[in-house]
C-alpha cells in the first residue's frame, strides 16, 4: 500500500494539517476576540478623554 518514504509524507501532512487546524480554532476563539474587545476598549477609553479634555478647555 504505502512505502516507507510515503508513509512519513503522509505522517507529516497529517501533523500540518492538525496543527494549522488547532492553531486556526486558537485565533479565532481567543485571539481575534481579545484583539477587537482590547482596541474598542481603549478607543472608548481614548473618545472619552477627548470629551473630557473638550468639556475643560470649554469651561476655562
Given at each position: 500500500?504505502?512505502?516507507?518514504?510515503q508513509y512519513?509524507?503522509?505522517l507529516?501532512f497529517?501533523t500540518?494539517?492538525?496543527?494549522?487546524?488547532?492553531?486556526?480554532i486558537?485565533?479565532?476563539?481567543?485571539v481575534i476576540?481579545?484583539?477587537?474587545f482590547g482596541s474598542s476598549i481603549?478607543?472608548f477609553?481614548?473618545?472619552?478623554e477627548?470629551?473630557?479634555?473638550?468639556r475643560?478647555?470649554?469651561?476655562?
Amino acid at each position: 500500500m504505502f512505502e516507507f518514504d510515503q508513509y512519513l509524507g503522509f505522517l507529516a501532512f497529517l501533523t500540518i494539517l492538525t496543527i494549522g487546524f488547532w492553531l486556526m480554532i486558537f485565533l479565532l476563539t481567543f485571539v481575534i476576540p481579545y484583539w477587537i474587545f482590547g482596541s474598542s476598549i481603549e478607543r472608548f477609553k481614548e473618545i472619552r478623554e477627548e470629551r473630557k479634555a473638550k468639556r475643560v478647555g470649554a469651561a476655562s
